[in-house]
Nanobody, 124 residues
Framework: QVQLVESGGGLVQAGDSLRLFCAAS????????MGWFRQAPGKEREFVAAISRNGDATDYADSVKGRFTISRDNAKNTVYLQMNSLKPEDTAVYYCAARRFGSESQTYNDYNYWGQGTQVTVSS
């Protein structure tokens, strides 16, 4: 199995940028479709972005399309989420997830492994 550790979260102002990191260990990252999800207080975990095993295909939630970019470096076993033009409604705990079989998915239950999350807070 693969272990995932997120980092890069923090407190920023609206309009700022942040880059999240997801470091994988235990298995080669290229075996997995990778995704980012987020969960705000009192809300369900929601899909943010996903990327194919070799990075040639991506998918985004409508709420982040054009502002966020998911990428990966399989040689470094790392997945990234570049977040630009942040809004207060982007405030949440962000989770990295890995899917062993199948293609990119927006469905929480399709992912097999999860990190512990990193907090992103955007002030207005």
């Amino acid at each position: 199995q693969v272990q995932l550790v997120e980092s890069g979260g923090g407190l920023v102002q609206a309009g700022d940028s942040l880059r999240l990191f997801c470091a994988a260990s235990g298995r080669t990252l290229s075996r997995y479709v990778m995704g980012w999800f987020r969960q705000a207080p009192g809300k369900e975990r929601e899909f943010v972005a996903a990327i194919s095993r070799n990075g040639d295909a991506t998918d985004y939630a409508d709420s982040v399309k054009g502002r966020f970019t998911i990428s990966r470096d399989n040689a470094k076993n790392t997945v990234y989420l570049q977040m630009n033009s942040l809004k207060p409604e982007d405030t949440a705990v962000y989770y990295c997830a890995a899917r062993r079989f199948g293609s990119e998915s927006q469905t929480y239950n399709d992912y097999n492994y999860w990190g512990q999350g990193t907090q992103v807070t955007v002030s207005s």
